[in-house]
Nanobody
Framework: QVQLVESGGGLVQPGGSLRLSCAAS????????MGWYRQAPGNERELVAD???????NYADSVKGRFTISRDDAKKTVYLQMDSPKPEDTAVYYC?????????????WGQGTQVTVSS
């Protein structure tokens, strides 16, 4: 059974730094895409950034130049380095992985981790 476990959320001051991690476990053949989404109260879930197995990255305009997504395939882990966060970055952050297991291609989500940007 595949599981995604997130860590690293919490309270951070504006202009500070925070790093989120999400590790996958289970019988996984490959992970074509790893990504981070977020959902603030009253808003829909939105893409923050994603990264392909080839290293191609995609960022929401609102985080370009401040957040960096990376992956470690040996550890089946995706990271989100959040630099210079703003109060409007406050949200629950979810990792998502599109991966291949025995029965084909599937999408899996982490449980979510709260990030609060406040002084």
């Amino acid at each position: 059974q595949v599981q995604l476990v997130e860590s690293g959320g919490g309270l951070v001051q504006p202009g500070g730094s925070l790093r989120l991690s999400c590790a996958a476990s289970g019988s996984i053949f490959s992970i074509p895409t790893m990504g981070w989404y977020r959902q603030a109260p009253g808003n829909e879930r939105e893409l923050v950034a994603d990264i392909t197995s080839g290293g191609r990255t995609n960022y929401a305009d609102s985080v370009k130049g401040r957040f960096t997504i990376s992956r470690d395939d040996a550890k089946k882990t995706v990271y989100l380095q959040m630099d210079s966060p703003k109060p409007e970055d406050t949200a629950v952050y979810y990792c998502k992985m599109t991966l291949y297991i025995y029965n084909g291609r599937n999408d899996y989500w982490g449980q979510g981790t709260q990030v609060t940007v406040s002084s």
